[in-house]
């Protein structure tokens, strides 16, 4: 199996400073210039720049120009991949047991049904 | 309110590996929720990700752009909300043997039902299309939202079903759907 353990490295990286974690909530809101964050933050523009930066390394922003303007959208996929990779298996035993049901109670109908259309003898 | 989404994912593996995961036809897309693709690529055609049994069409648009391997523009409307089409944009670069995919969906006029639906499931896509390039397969959180998608299929909206929908019953007296 290929391991992509590593492409995951900068995302760790990337959210384990507090202030890059607050732009990921400020752009989960909805999408904001590099100087909007700024004023948001109350921090300088040069500071949110480089945090910007090691967002944009580990994908968790991405970057759209828009003439001069360049606006900052939050890219979840990283994020869902590390839950896939933790959490994604314990979901299993209740949604399976979910559809284990389901099934067996659609396969009862079912047979039932048949046996109502079509009655077999014996 | 007119937003606008951008998804990126990072795979390692050839452009044309990715694009053929992408706009692959006849056969299921695990990634986008085992869904076929159905459309002859040309622009101004019409293209749907039904399920594999035909019956139930859930995404329907129109192709705007083909460039392979690189560009796949369509329209996007989910056949059950009956809003007008949004814009999907694919967009994949290769660079140091990995490959970009960047999804743009835009032209949510008015739209807060089409938006919210779709963020979290390019999410989900976008991650999977890199698990199943890369090893074969889609997680297994998402293998088993497949199954409960499939049992309950049968509660899915009426809308979904190909009978129902406006735009498949003038193109079918045309004659020619492809069928897989």
Known sequence: MISSHDDLDPVWRALANPLRRQILDLLREHPRTTGEIADALGDSRFVVMQHLASLREAALVTVEVDGRRRINYLNPVPIQRIYERWVGKYQGDWASALVGLKRSVEFNTASHHDRRRKPKNG | ?180
């Open chain 2, 1 to 180: 309110m007119d937003e606008r989404q951008i998804h990126v994912v990072e795979i390692r593996a050839p452009i044309a590996t990715v694009w053929a995961e992408i706009t692959k036809l006849r056969h299921i897309q695990k990634p986008m929720f085992n869904t076929v693709l159905e459309t002859d690529f040309r622009p101004g055609s019409r293209m749907i990700y039904r399920s594999d049994d035909g019956k139930r069409v859930f995404i329907i648009g129109e192709v705007r752009e083909f460039v392979p391997p690189t560009r796949f523009v369509h329209t996007f409307r989910f056949t059950n909300l009956p809003e007008t089409p949004t814009l999907v944009e694919w967009q994949l670069e290769e660079s140091d043997g990995m490959t970009k995919v960047t999804v743009t969906h835009s032209k949510f006029i008015d739209q807060q039902k089409t938006a919210d639906s779709v963020r979290t499931s390019w999410t989900t896509i976008l991650g999977n299309i890199k698990s199943v390039v890369e090893t074969g397969d889609v997680p297994l959180g998402t293998r088993i939202k497949h199954g409960l998608m499939d049992t309950f299929m049968f509660m899915a909206p009426k809308e979904t079903l190909r009978e129902n929908i406006a735009e498949l019953r003038q193109a079918n007296r045309g004659g020619d759907h492809g069928k897989g």
